[in-house]
């Protein structure tokens, strides 16, 4: 597995980032197997959140690791908070009782990364800042991020936090690529044109944010995947014929795709399925062409000025 350093920080990472928020549909020995899959194939950099399956995700995943401090040395854990019933909240107490609950059910002292999940509008900067800085003394945290954020929502943040914002996990897909789309429709009159995120890409390049794509596959918002997917013939036809070119699956090319932008993303992999994960973190290993890039790209309905 190829490596990466997370944003402006010098952890090294791998590409691909295993997403836990599915790890509680499998039983005990089949969450056992798929972990020490993706340890085998380098993907040691988990993510979690503490909403996923309201907390459950995290003990499975520490009962699954069998975690302890040999494991913990060899692994990268991410996690987030933010999201609760009916709001969003990162209130300075709020933060820090999810840290510690993530901790418990994790079985480890500290995150490697820890993330501001969605957009609190009654975010206090000055709030978070005494929370990260907490997290930082009591080496609680190493790292910090958020998700989900535009550029004004970071810099707000930043007005009073002192640590890097080191990722912004963002929805990005083939098919949801309005992040890339934008750029390409300066001051022109059509949907593509529309600035949704401020300028979100190129603002995390400028600042050294590694941006962390979430729902790689889907379409919409959760409305399913376009692999395989009749609604999207010219897609799959072009992304079949790329992946009969390099003798790997469709899978390997969606996520090849995102590897492909310059950014330097560390898209994270949903999938709970062994083979699918596989594919996935045989993407690092390929390149696609500038010519394959945008046929795919067009594929999905994306149209050039």
């Known amino acids: 597995?190829?490596?990466?350093?997370?944003?402006?920080?010098?952890?090294?990472?791998?590409?691909?980032?295993?997403?836990?928020?599915?790890?509680?549909?499998?039983?005990?020995?089949?969450?056992?197997?798929?972990?020490?899959?993706?340890?085998?194939?380098?993907?040691?950099?988990?993510?979690?959140?503490?909403?996923?399956?309201?907390?459950?995700?995290?003990?499975?995943?520490?009962?699954?690791?069998?975690?302890?401090?040999?494991?913990?040395?060899?692994?990268?854990?991410?996690?987030?908070?933010?999201?609760?019933?009916?709001?969003?909240?990162?209130?300075?107490?709020?933060?820090?009782?999810?840290?510690?609950?993530?901790?418990?059910?994790?079985?480890?002292?500290?995150?490697?990364?820890?993330?501001?999940?969605?957009?609190?509008?009654?975010?206090?900067?000055?709030?978070?800042?005494?929370?990260?800085?907490?997290?930082?003394?009591?080496?609680?945290?190493?790292?910090?991020?958020?998700?989900?954020?535009?550029?004004?929502?970071?810099?707000?943040?930043?007005?009073?936090?002192k640590q890097p914002i080191v990722a912004n996990q963002l929805q990005l897909s083939i098919t949801n690529a309005n992040m890339i789309s934008n750029g390409f429709n300066v001051n022109m009159e059509n949907e593509q044109a529309v600035n949704r995120d401020g300028s979100v890409l190129d603002f995390c390049r400028l600042n050294d944010i590694t941006i962390q794509p979430w729902s790689p596959f889907q379409y919409g918002f959760f409305e399913g995947v376009f692999l395989g997917n009749e609604k999207f013939p010219e897609l799959n036809k072009q992304i079949d014929e790329v992946a009969r070119k390099y003798d790997v699956s469709n899978t390997t090319i969606a996520i090849a795709w995102i590897l492909r932008h310059p950014a330097h993303m560390q898209p994270v992999i949903g999938t709970m399925n062994e083979g699918r994960l596989r594919d996935c973190c045989q993407a690092t290993e390929i390149k696609l062409t500038r010519e394959e890039w945008y046929s795919i790209y067009r594929a999905a309905g994306n149209v050039l000025p």
């Open 1 to 161: 597995m190829k490596t990466m350093k997370l944003g402006s920080s010098t952890l090294e990472v791998p590409v691909v980032s295993v997403g836990c928020m599915r790890i509680n549909s499998l039983d005990k020995t089949e969450a056992e197997h798929f972990v020490q899959t993706a340890l085998e194939l380098g993907a040691n950099f988990f993510d979690h959140a503490d909403i996923y399956g309201s907390g459950e995700c995290e003990e499975i995943f520490a009962d699954a690791i069998g975690m302890n401090a040999s494991i913990r040395e060899k692994i990268i854990v991410q996690s987030k908070c933010g999201i609760r019933k009916g709001m969003f909240d990162f209130s300075k107490e709020h933060i820090l009782e999810s840290v510690d609950a993530s901790l418990k059910r994790l079985k480890t002292d500290y995150l490697d990364t820890f993330l501001l999940h969605r957009p609190d509008t009654l975010m206090e900067p000055e709030e978070v800042a005494e929370a990260f800085d907490i997290l930082e003394n009591s080496g609680k945290v190493r790292h910090f991020g958020v998700s989900n954020q535009n550029p004004m929502q970071i810099q707000l943040l930043k007005k009073s936090v």
